[in-house]
């Protein structure tokens, strides 16, 4: 858009240059009135954030791979100890395999419930759409403390607790509102007459949910079982409520064991994590071309 | 096979017939099923439980046992005599305001910078890194601030390296220590919800604004700002809601007198056995969110879909 590269790599707006030269004389002479100097703030500020973003996650990385007990600087040397102890470990294989279950099984949940009901909002001729909307986003809104104490006393009552189905059933729920949403926008976008082309030219409903329906709203589908997996994965307080100390997750292991130390093999299982959620997020990018876009 | 019926339907099927059956879409059978299916889920694991919450709130509590079924107004007596719990509210609705407001204030230039950034890529790279930041547990990263404010922690070497403090100050668990790990773990959100805010205003309103004669500052303040309203008003809600809900974060950067509401909620029901108490607060909780969201809704015209956020997200 017209912008003006100048020999000293600084950027100035075409439109801007002419005002920038007849004002801020200061900044003129301390940059020479070439360089964009709001633009350069505004860089090195983006560059703080970051980095104040990803320096603790760094420092996680740095314990893991340390070979001794305690952090120094400069780091002595490299070693996969740590993980080869968080790995070889039962109680943590078993943390990892749970989590992994309930988080699996509670993207199904969620993702059922919201195609279900995003494809009820969008096609039928249901009253009260946008309070059904509300009631799918609900879940959401209320402090998971609270849905962790309720589910604790419902599975109680019924007699059913300290199983991983509980805690597959309570994220399910919890996170379908992800996959509502992602779904609803998803139908609302889809143009509605390839479905009518596919069915003037002799295609079945199912065969139009299926063949043309499915594939265009496919990414917020695939999307939704993602968030709802990985949020699983992460999740504290439901699954330490809702476990009634019968199940252990990662993340509840994680928490019990920062009550004794702070050993690096905390720091292991916690890269793990972080290269799980970073890849799923960064399939998620991916595959929806760039959901946050 | 799919294919073989499609050939075999007779292709003179008139278009009105055709578009009825589009709009009836899957029919009365199926309507009940894929409209049932959820809302059963919905009732049976959410709203009955949530009953059941406000149910519990009101059972006794005899000592020795979990709870009774009975009606007691014993747990709302003490939820609004016992001056505690009301400056834990005041505590934790105070705490999620200065959540919000920081990350709005730190949050807002961020979402600004990338919005307006030339290159596709790198954008796409911040931003997945920002998200992914934002959906690792709390556990972690609140671990993370643990690792670098401790007494011998990374911060403290640093500073007595290079002299700027004799002895090593100690910030974990504390007021600061708090403040920081509550504004890390829910910056994200907030750059997220602004940046998809921003990133919808027309570059050339700015330009004309520029044009105009107005300066950068002008720009920004007049056409920008406005034009993002609805992202800083959702920005500011969707953290003000988590921080308020946040259990991890206080409990494990906070000293007990920090603790939030959740975390007595959590103790009252886990440590106490005190399952009804812990309902009666959860009710009370409940209530201000409720308040705050009819407020959001009523004032400033957000839905329940804006405040669930760019994402969303939990007290992981």
């Known amino acids: 858009m017209g912008d003006d590269r100048l020999p000293d790599g600084g950027t100035v707006r075409g439109s801007d240059r002419e005002r920038e030269r007849t004002r801020g004389g200061l900044l003129r002479a301390l940059t020479g009135g070439t360089v964009d100097l709001p633009g350069s703030i505004a860089r090195l500020y983006l560059g703080a954030c970051l980095a104040f973003i990803v320096a603790p996650i760094a420092i996680i990385v ?11 600087f400069p780091p002595n040397g490299f070693s996969l100890r740590w993980f080869d102890e968080v790995l070889s470990n039962a109680d943590w294989q078993l943390a990892l395999l749970n989590s992994l279950v309930i988080a699996a099984g509670a993207s199904v ?58 805690l597959v059933v ?72 809702v476990s009634g100390f019968t199940v252990t997750t990662v993340p509840i292991k994680i928490f019990s064991s920062l009550r004794y130390s702070y050993s690096p093999t905390i720091a292991a299982i916690s890269v793990l994590y972080i290269v799980l959620t970073t890849a799923v997020v960064a399939t998620v990018e991916y595959y929806t071309g760039g959901i946050w876009n | 096979m799919a294919g073989e019926t499609e050939t075999e339907t007779p292709y003179t099927r008139d278009r009105s017939e055709s578009s009825g059956r589009l709009r009836g879409w899957l ?22 439980p949530l009953f059941l919450l406000i149910a519990t709130s009101f059972y006794p509590k005899p000592s020795g046992e979990y709870y009774q079924v009975g009606f007691t107004l014993e747990h709302y007596r003490r939820l609004f005599t016992v001056p505690l719990y009301f400056r834990r509210l005041g505590f934790t609705v105070a705490l999620s305001m200065a959540t919000a407001f920081g990350c709005l204030a730190i949050g807002y230039p961020v979402a600004y910078t990338l919005a307006r950034m030339d290159s596709r890529l790198r954008r796409r790279v911040y931003i997945t890194t920002i998200v992914s930041t934002m959906w690792l547990t709390y556990i972690i990263r609140s671990y993370a601030w643990t690792v670098i404010l401790s007494k011998n922690g990374v911060l403290n070497e640093f500073l007595l390296t290079i002299g700027a403090i004799d002895t090593a100050l100690s910030l974990t668990p504390g007021i600061w220590a708090l403040a920081i790990g509550m504004t890390y773990v829910f910056l994200p959100f907030a750059i997220l919800t602004l940046y998809s805010s921003i990133n919808n205003i027309d ?73 009804p108490f812990g309902a009666a607060l959860s009710i009370a909780m409940m209530v201000v969110v409720i308040v705050i969201l009819v407020a959001g809704y009523e004032l400033l015209g957000l839905g329940s879909e804006e405040m669930a956020g760019a994402g969303g997200g939990t007290d992981g």
């Not at chain 1, 314990?63 to 120094?72: A, D, G, K, N, R």
């Not at chain 1, 959401?140 to 419902?154: K, Q, R, T």
């Not at chain 2, 199926?30 to 959410?46: D, R």
């Open chain 1, 109 to 166: 949940i969620a993702a059922s419930i919201g195609l279900s009901l995003a494809f009820a909002i969008d096609r039928y001729d249901v009253r009260y759409t946008s309070f059904l909307r509300g009631i799918g986003v609900l879940p959401i809104l209320i402090p998971p403390v609270i849905i962790g104490v309720a589910f604790m006393s419902y599975f109680f009552l019924i007699g059913i607790s300290g199983t991983l189905l509980n």
């Open chain 2, 27 to 48: 029919n009365d059978r199926s309507e009940s099923i894929v409209l049932g299916y959820p809302l059963a889920m919905l009732a049976l694991f959410f709203a009955v």
């Open chain 2, 203 to 275: 570059p050339e309103l700015e330009e004309a604004s520029k044009n105009l004669g107005a300066d950068r500052f002008q720009t920004f303040r007049n056409v920008t700002v406005p034009l993002s309203k609805n992202g800083i008003y959702s920005a500011w809600m969707l953290v003000f809601i988590l921080a308020l809900g946040a259990y991890i974060v206080p409990r494990l950067l906070g000293k007990p007198a920090q603790w939030t509401l959740p975390v007595i909620i959590g103790n009252q029901s886990l440590n106490n056995l005190n399952v």
């Open chain 1, 62 to 72: 740095a314990i893991s791979v340390t070979p001794e007990q305690f952090l120094t």
């Open chain 1, 170 to 241: 309570a994220h399910g729920v919890f996170y379908s509102p992800f996959s509502l949403v992602l779904i609803s926008t998803g139908l609302d976008e889809m143009d509605r007459s390839v479905e009518e082309a596919a069915m003037n030219l002799g295609a079945t409903q199912w065969q139009t949910l299926r063949t043309v329906t499915f594939p265009i709203i496919r990414s917020n589908v695939f999307s939704g079982v993602l968030f709802a997996f990985i949020l699983s994965l992460n999740e504290y307080i439901i699954a330490f409520l």
